[in-house]
């Protein structure tokens, strides 16, 4: 008799092959240590970016100019902001190579703008179309195409650091040609972590390049890490907004269009991260990354609701002192830092505005619901698998939120695909992956999905 599907089995808690136990927390943010897999607590052997603390360099080395820098994804949302930060601080930062996917109009805008000596656009059939529009810019700059040219600006040789804001396993390779360049890595690509920790962690170690991370939650640890001596980290507090959904009661999630999904009440993003906040995949992908990039395990890692999302992420001390970043809900904070670290930057009021502690009124914490985000617990028993465990779940999730926006498949099966998905590879696990094995994955994961929603039955496996 085939097996039932994840689009026939009900939902995720419900499983009885892939099921992550719960790891609950208490109305205070403590959490029983109950693992699921005989694996341990995740990928206990790979090097951390920055092993539960952050020494800040004694002295950070002069240069004649601004900063000079490569952009991955410069027409994404956080590209044109890391462009716009550029525009800002002229005196600070240089973009001196950039690399988009199709969008020739807003490429050529930049080009004309910023003037990088070097362009890469992915789409090889717009290149003529590009040329046309930039044909007034002097002096040219050179032109690639395909992944090829992504990585050529990747590893530009006058650029110091690389802001990677490519989504999915696109920017894996370009961002180890960076590393193996040299480059310091600005990071804004989950899946750089997510899918490539295993390999990317001790590439970066080989190097000594530094990973810095330019989402708002992981650069709250980065900094609150900062001066915490060896052995002070005891846990790690991820903030999460709760999403478009995080009034509606349970009950009412089989009703969910891709318009409802969409309307984040606090932050300004694209639409499949908008939709991530709302089933709390952003969060469960962020345990991982904070686990590679930190070094904490699994069972020293909590998520708690904060619908203010003034508190970007705390740090526990192993003496009980809570450590917090906060600012406004504004995606340029995090990746200026990445951009200026260890330094700080100076900014306007007038497009900074600073952070007003009676205009921002009450904070209020509550604590996941499983029920309502079952991707929680999907990737902590993901993250705990280790592998290539952890890429499958971030490939699946990007290729089931892609045919949930196109209308393709509910909301609710989303969570229903990614258990099959990862369910589906728990026999081809591999431990300690390649980069070809973490690409490959990536790919057959979207393929699985793809299939098994077009066929509403498994693949074979």
Known sequence: MPKATGLQRGALANSRAFRPQATRLSIGGRRNASRVFAAGNGDGSVPPAWPRRVDIPAQTASTSGPKKFSLLGSTGSIGTQTLDICAEHPEKFEMVAIAAGSNTQLLAEQIKQFKPKMVAIRDASKLDELKELISDVQPQPEILVGDEGAIEVARHPDVDAVVTGIVGCAGLQPTVSAIEAGK???????????????????????????????????????????????????????????????????????????ADAIKHPNWSMGKKITVDSATLMNKGLEVIEAHYLFGASYDEI???????????????????????????????????????????????????????????????????????????????????????????????????????????????????????????????LVASPTLDDIINTDLWARRYVQEIVEKKQPLAV
């Not at 980065?222 to 052995?231: A, K, N, S």
């Not at 991820?238 to 089989?254: H, N, Q, Y």
């Not at 992420?313 to 995090?334: K, N």
């Not at 914490?365 to 971030?394: E, H």
Request: glycine residues 8%; proline residues 6%; aromatic residues 8%.
């Open 184 to 258: 310091e890595i600005c990071l804004a690509n989950k899946e750089t972590l997510i899918a490539g920790g295993p390999y990317i962690l001790p590439l970066a170690e080989k190097f000594g390049v530094n990973i810095l991370p330019a989402d708002s939650e992981h650069s709250a640890i980065f900094q609150c890490l900062q001066g915490i001596p060896e052995g002070g980290l005891r846990r790690i507090i991820l903030t999460a907004s709760g999403g478009a959904f995080r009034d509606w009661p349970v009950e009412k999630l089989s009703s969910v269009t891709p």
């Open 302 to 428: 909590d998520v708690v609701i904060h619908p203010q999302s003034i508190i970007h992420s705390m740090v526990e001390t192993a003496d009980s002192s809570v450590l917090a970043q906060l600012g406004w809900p504004d995606m340029r904070l995090p990746i200026l830092y990445t951009m200026s670290w260890p330094e700080r930057v100076m900014t306007s009021e007038e497009t900074w505005p600073r952070l007003d502690f009676v205009k921002m009124g009450d904070l209020t914490f509550k604590n996941p619901d499983r029920q309502k985000y079952p991707s929680l617990d999907l990737a902590f028993g993901a993250g705990r698998a280790g592998g290539t465990m952890t890429g499958v779940l971030s490939a699946a999730n990007e290729k089931a939120v892609e045919l949930f926006l196109d209308e393709k498949m509910s909301y609710l099966d989303i969570f229903r695909v990614l258990e099959d998905c990862c369910e589906a590879h728990k026999s081809d």
